[in-house]
C-alpha cells in the first residue's frame, strides 16, 4: 500500500494549491483520509481529516481557507488551499488509516511529503 501526494510547489501570498493524495496498492478499505504539515522546528499539526464515518476535521490553522474532499471511486483525497499566508509555507503529507486484510485491525500510512512554499 502506498499514499502518492502531488501539488505542492512554490506560490504567492494569497494564492491557491490543490493537493492531491492518492492510495494504491491491494487493500480491503480505507477509514480515515487527510493531511497533516510539518514546518521547520514545529511539530506535525492536523491540516484538515475526513473520517470513515463522514465527518470531517480541519486544523485551526487552515479552517475558512482549506478545503478537503475525497473521492473513494478513486481511491484519493484533495486538499483545496486558498489565500495562503507565508505561514502556510511547510511539508504537507498525506495520511491514511487502511484496513488492509479482512477481519484485522487498520494501519497507518503516510505519503512522502509534498513542500508548499509561500512567499510573501
Known amino acids: 500500500v502506498q499514499l502518492q501526494a502531488s501539488g505542492g510547489g512554490l506560490v504567492q501570498a494569497g494564492g491557491s494549491l490543490r493537493l492531491s493524495c492518492a492510495a494504491s496498492?491491494?487493500?480491503?478499505?480505507?477509514?480515515?483520509m487527510g493531511w497533516y504539515r510539518q514546518s521547520p522546528g514545529k511539530e506535525r499539526d492536523l491540516v484538515a481529516i475526513?473520517?470513515?464515518?463522514?465527518?470531517?476535521r480541519y486544523g485551526d490553522s487552515g479552517l475558512g481557507r482549506f478545503f478537503i474532499s475525497v473521492d473513494n471511486a478513486k481511491r484519493a483525497a484533495y486538499l483545496q488551499m486558498n489565500s495562503l499566508k507565508p505561514e502556510d509555507t511547510a511539508v504537507y503529507s498525506c495520511?491514511?488509516?487502511?484496513?488492509?486484510?479482512?477481519?484485522?485491525?487498520?494501519?497507518?500510512?503516510w505519503g512522502q511529503g509534498t513542500l508548499v512554499t509561500v512567499s510573501s
Open positions: 495520511y491514511a488509516k487502511i484496513r488492509v486484510h479482512w477481519g484485522r485491525d487498520t494501519n497507518d500510512f
Open positions: 496498492g491491494s487493500f480491503v478499505s480505507i477509514s480515515d
Open positions: 475526513v473520517t470513515e464515518a463522514g465527518v470531517t
